[in-house]
């Protein structure tokens, strides 16, 4: 198989080497993968090649286009409402997509939210979801906007049809360690948000050892790209940069987490999912073309309070085929057979939960994929009980573990071991929520 002239390992080895391809050739590439006349251990070294050594700006640019041109490109031109979609860089307990998408379509504004699975030690939308009973996420393309009309809001992910060149290079990248690059994440999330025939998009652009950015630096470089190649696309984008050092909530593994997402539909949820999930919803508000931030937080507050955002929700997953009885009662969610409790060694307070160290430990434990052809255990994950200002004393749960295979359990405390710091000094933890927004870059 060769490209003009040269093969594959060619274009690996220039990649490698630092060189800079043409166009064509990073088009060749999308459409044989995608075509799978490419094999993954060559689309392996390709990508990690492109993590050493990044992509020029006119490179990501015929790449994320190739991606996007990979499928159909959405037409929801027949949706009169703004549409407006919000996507994350990938997080610890990030379950903020799940309640935030029926708030902002009971808000009156169209959310076709196309998601991702697990992406190395980060959770995934979509595997959250399939743990409601039924539930399916794909979508015929022409049932799209009829869906989008009549409830406000889809949530999907890419397919054979939608962004398939996404679809396989993100299954690969998760089980290959070639997560970690900004043109990599840029073209993922950009490809799949430009398929949809956006007015608008927000990105929250996670910062800290449970992001794949560790630093602000590095956050701010990949949201401005991906500002940048929303500006070229048309597409008006507000990136938020967030704090991801400890998990987000108290859940994360996957039913845990609808769950945790049903409670704020409810009005109550933990304090930190609760804030950042409305600072969004006002974002996309504001993004549809709503001028005042006061009203848009009242209109927020609003589908919340009244229950309409709760009552999207049990339409939307009724109308994707899922269980709505499990939305009324989350006691239906999948359960896990054991629970251990991970007791705290020493009482003090803890000035450290480390979202990355509790990540690896979820994917262990069977919460996430170790091989491209693991399936997630969707019952499975943590309840954390002590987060970063909480004070402690010995032996009280520091989490609670609900796991299904002993084996696994081994794994994933060996990975929690170091995830927790306990000072004896109460006075030396920053407070629980400081810091939760850390910046943001609007075109
Ligand atoms: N989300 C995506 O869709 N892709 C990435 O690469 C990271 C987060």
Redesign the pocket.
Known sequence: MNFTGFTMVELITTKRDGDALPPDALRWIISEYTADRIPDYQMSAFLMAIVFNGMSSTELGAWTDAMLHSGDVLDLSAVTKPKIDK????GVGDKISIPLAPIVAACGIAVPMMS?RG?GHTGGTLDKLESIKGFSTTIDPSDFADQLDDLGVAMVGQSETLVPA?RRI?AL?DATGT?PSVP??SS??MS?KLAEDLDGLLLDVKVGSGA?MKTVEEATTLAETMVGIGERHGTPVTALLTNMSQPLGRAVGNANEIAESIDVLRGGGPEDIRRLTVRFAVEMLLLAGERDVDTANARVTEAIDSGAAFEVMVALVQRQGGDPAVIENTDLLPSAAHEHVLAAPRSGVVTRCDAYEIGVAGVRLGAGRATKKDDVDPAVGFLIEAKVGDVIEKGEPLALIAYNDESKLHSAIEALAGAWDIASDVGAAPAPTEGLILGEIRS
Do not use: N, P, Q
Not at 87 to 90: A, D, E, L, Q
């Open positions: 996507h994350s860089t990938g991702g992406l996404d993100y990248r997560v990599l994440i993922s999330i799949k794949f």
